[in-house]
């Protein structure tokens, strides 16, 4: 696509429930990035994918966390059992060389 | 890992100045360090980088100095518009395996003032 695309772009969900949230880069990007941005805060990094593999998760806050890449292209991040703590807005960004990021509209994630 | 520290916080400028916002980092080894502007419920977009072999890029209003030796970056705004409010993020790259991750700073709120 032009751009890369998130869904949804706005989740409430319960206490304890799972979440996926899902990342469409544009096509032909190899890397694929997960970032978390809280209320008027920066941007946290959560996990990084080179193709379908990910060298990089060091940024993921608990087990709770995980996240997959498939056929090289849609990430899926998904969150069990959410806490109150993990509201925030959730972006996802792709590059096909160092560096040269493209940032989706992200999801907003609202635990209640 | 690397880490970057980014300075103001917040910066408040009348229509026409100047804004100044400087960032440093941790690892020599960074080769990349572009800067980021996101306004209000929006996604982050890049506004200008700059790689290590280079000192000093300039795209109209907007310039981006590196020093290397300092390990310090810093995003220069000539001419301030209203429109140029929102907050700004600095970010590098580290090095190893990791090389394409970008770290960011915390962002630096600009306000500039009609």
């Known amino acids: 696509g032009a751009g890369v695309s998130q869904s949804p772009s706005n989740k409430v969900t319960e206490k304890g429930k799972d979440v996926e949230l899902r990342c469409d880069p544009i096509s032909g990007h190899t890397a694929l990035y997960w970032y978390r941005q809280s209320l008027g805060q920066g941007l946290e990094f959560l996990i990084y994918?080179?193709?379908?593999?990910?060298?990089?998760k060091s940024g993921l806050p608990s087990d709770r966390f995980s996240a997959e890449r498939t056929g090289g292209s849609v990430s899926t991040l998904t969150i069990q059992r959410t806490q109150q703590e993990d509201s925030a807005v959730y972006l996802c960004?792709?590059?096909?060389?160092?560096?040269?990021?493209?940032f989706g509209s992200g999801t907003r994630l609202t635990v209640v | 890992g690397e880490n970057v520290e980014q300075h103001p916080s917040t910066l408040s400028v009348q229509e026409g100045d100047s804004a100044v916002i400087k960032c440093t980092y941790s690892?020599?080894?960074?080769?990349?360090f572009p800067w980021y502007k996101q306004e209000l419920g929006k996604r982050p977009q890049l506004i200008i980088d700059?790689?290590?072999?280079?000192g000093e890029k300039k795209d109209q209003r907007i310039a981006v100095t590196l020093n290397k030796t300092a390990k310090h970056f810093s995003l220069h705004i000539t001419e301030t518009q209203p429109e140029d409010s929102a907050v700004y993020f600095c970010?590098?790259?580290?090095?190893?395996?990791?090389?394409?991750?970008?770290?960011f700073g915390k962002g630096t709120l600009l306000t500039v003032n009609p």
């Open positions: 700059i790689r290590s072999n280079v």
């Open positions: 970010a590098a790259t580290g090095s190893g395996g990791s090389n394409y991750k970008l770290t």
């Open positions: 690892d020599s080894a960074s080769n990349y």
């Open positions: 960004a792709s590059s096909a060389f160092l560096g040269g990021y493209t």
């Open positions: 994918f080179q193709g379908n593999s990910a060298p990089d």
